[in-house]
């Protein structure tokens, strides 16, 4: 059974910097984008950032210059590294990993809370 591991959340205060990481537990065949989106309390989840498996990246507007996203092939784990972080940044993020054959997989969320 496949599981997306999340680690990394938090809470710490504005300015500050966070880390998150996912990890495949379990097979995925032929991974072609790993991400992370977020949904804020009473909003709809958004995409925060994506990395295709040629290393391509797409951010949200709103984290371009304070966000980066990198993965770890070999180790099927993507990771968020977050810079700058102010309160409009608080969310549930949630690692999504999509297959070349149309599966798609998400991880159960970590809490990010930036207090001002």
């Known amino acids: 059974q496949v599981q997306l591991v999340e680690s990394g959340g938090g809470l710490v205060q504005a300015g500050m910097s966070l880390r998150l990481s996912c990890v495949v537990s379990?097979?995925?065949?032929?991974?072609?984008?790993m991400g992370w989106y977020r949904q804020a309390p009473g909003k709809q989840r958004e995409l925060v950032a994506h990395?295709?498996?040629?290393?391509?990246?797409t951010y949200a507007d709103s984290v371009k210059g304070r966000f980066t996203i990198s993965r770890d092939n070999p180790k099927d784990t993507v990771y968020l590294q977050m810079n700058s972080l102010n309160p409009e940044d608080t969310a549930v993020y949630y690692c999504?990993?999509?297959?070349?054959?149309?599966?798609?997989?998400w991880g159960q969320g970590t809490q990010v809370t930036v207090s001002s």
């Open positions: 999504n990993v999509n297959s070349w054959v149309g599966a798609v997989y």
């Open positions: 379990g097979t995925i065949r032929l991974i072609n984008t």
């Open positions: 990395i295709t498996s040629g290393g391509r990246t």
